[in-house]
């Protein structure tokens, strides 16, 4: 981004060149490194999901069950299974994102746009997890480079497919839906477009956009609308609606911290500088209008209940591009505020490089360590063996589903785990069928809570007696402590 300095190509090497080369070098990185990274808790959750393949899930919908089933189906029940969807995804919001800066501005803003996205912490180790940001940025960041074309050329099937891209979106994260939100913004302050608000584009978008969601609203009138109990949980206002400036300040600070700091800074610098700077520019319009409604929906949630950091992240793909484009300009005209961008971007590198290396060797203490729930898992799968060996005992239930979606994947057999009894519509594992208890039924109950066992399962169960206590360990190095307890029914 710095004017005159970055990224120049050699002759005959185009720019587009440098970034799939750059793109096809990076992903095969991470198809290796990804399966040296144990599965986080959530991925084995999903994993699970993808053994009942459904329309929709409690807590999401069925997008990212169905792509770890696809990925399976091919790679078997791993790790590389599991994430491979994910590695590609990313690779593809890549792209999408410097196609759309290409479009948008030029070659070189386009460049930095991509080396922005890669070495950003949130994207980089995202890259390398299955999580529902994999599919939903990369559908949030098609559907940008899908609607400006829909806006150049007036083409109905443009319109179709934004409304497809953003729908697949949205089977995977619901954020996305407010994809839609942010297209109506854009077409209220773009005078040039404003025709197209009500119009048969928008119905065939709106339309594509519908028959996506089938799946997801077949679903709930199934399940009683579960989804509707998900979201209002999530949301953080069961209660009454209260203004907690520490909980705004928690939210803010977890995401800068996944984003960086200064490149957190430096894109809502970047964002408030070109709308002050550049009203009327109709490029900077379209990209305000897919940052600020993401964040402005989820800072005011997070003014009663801190929101995840990671939930705002489709809105980045806009935020980074906002950000080369005011830095490129401000240190053109200023040359000093160079540093500030080295210094920026370097931050966030070594951020990315220091989570890397924290997920494979133990250079960080543990209570720092965002990779920590990465780690031990093998290590716990063994404990639970041994004991299960020891015992006979088939039934296996865990407190919470960390422990029972990691049981299930690196216990050797792939057992069926479950969870204790708990109302419909608490967690997916209440839309599944439950264990059966008879009398003499004896089950291993897994839990990282060192408190008393919960009184409802004691009355369940009517005996407990504890059989391990024990810390997994990930490089020699103690990790998550756990207990095992013995359940019998009478």
């Not at 954020?175 to 025709?195: D, Y």
């Not at 408030?272 to 600020?292: E, S």
């Amino acid at each position: 981004m710095p004017s005159g300095s970055g990224l120049p190509s050699r002759a005959g090497l185009q720019p587009v060149h440098i970034a799939l080369f750059g793109l096809a070098a990076l992903t095969l990185f991470r198809f290796w490194y990804c399966t040296w990274v144990e599965l986080v808790p959530d991925e084995g959750y999903y994993w699970i999901w993808s053994k009942h393949l459904a329309a929709s899930y409690r807590d999401k919908g069925p997008g990212i069950a169905w792509a770890i089933a696809l990925g399976t189906r091919v790679f078997g029940d791993t790790v590389l299974g599991i994430r491979v969807v994910g590695v590609l995804l990313s690779a593809g919001t890549g792209w999408e994102l410097y196609r759309l800066a290409r479009r948008l501005y030029d070659e070189r803003t386009a460049l930095w746009c991509l080396l922005v996205a890669l070495i950003m912490p949130l994207f980089a180790v995202g890259a390398i997890l299955m999580t529902i940001d994999s599919l939903s940025v990369f559908f949030w960041a098609w559907a940008m480079n899908l609607l400006w074309s829909a806006l150049d050329t007036g083409k109905m099937r443009y319109w179709a497919v934004l409304g497809l891209a953003i729908g697949l979106g949205f089977l995977a994260k619901f954020t996305n839906g407010i994809q839609l939100v942010c297209i109506a913004m854009f077409l209220l302050w773009s005078k040039p477009h404003r025709h197209f608000l009500f119009s048969g584009q928008t119905v065939a978008m709106l339309g594509a956009f519908g028959i996506c969601s089938l799946p997801i609203l077949i679903w709930n009138l199934e399940t009683g609308w579960v989804h509707a109990q998900a979201l209002h949980s999530r949301s953080g206002a069961e209660g009454a609606f209260m203004v907690r400036p520490l909980e705004l300040l928690r939210f803010l600070g977890e995401h800068a911290g996944v984003v960086s700091p200064l490149l957190m800074i430096g894109i809502v610098v970047a964002a408030i500088g070109l709308a002050r700077n550049q009203p009327r520019d109709l490029r900077v319009r379209f990209l305000l209008c897919q940052f600020v409604p993401l964040y402005a929906l989820f800072t005011f949630f997070s003014l009663n209940h801190a929101g995840k950091p990671n939930w705002p992240a489709p809105a980045l793909v806009a935020g980074i591009l906002l950000f080369v484009v005011f830095w490129r300009d401000l240190t053109a005209r200023r040359p000093p505020w160079r540093w500030a961008v080295y210094i920026t971007l370097g931050l966030a590198l070594l951020i990315t490089i220091v989570l890397h290396l924290a997920a494979l060797f133990p250079i960080l203490p543990q209570r720092v360590n965002p990779m920590r729930r990465a780690q031990g898992w093998p290590s716990f799968a063994e404990h639970v063996q041994q004991v299960r060996r020891q015992t006979g005992i088939g039934l296996l239930l865990g407190d919470h589903y960390a422990q029972a979606s990691m049981m299930r994947f690196y216990l050797p057999d792939h057992p069926i785990t479950y969870l204790p009894d708990a109302p419909y519509g608490s967690s997916q594992f209440t839309l599944w069928p439950s264990y059966d208890l008879k009398p003499g039924t004896q089950a291993l109950y897994v839990t990282d809570n060192m408190g008393p066992l919960p009184r409802k399962l004691e009355e369940e169960f009517g005996e407990s007696r504890l059989l391990d206590d024990f810390w997994s360990v990930y490089r020699g190095r103690a990790s998550i402590h756990f207990r095992i307890y013995r359940l019998t029914h009478h």
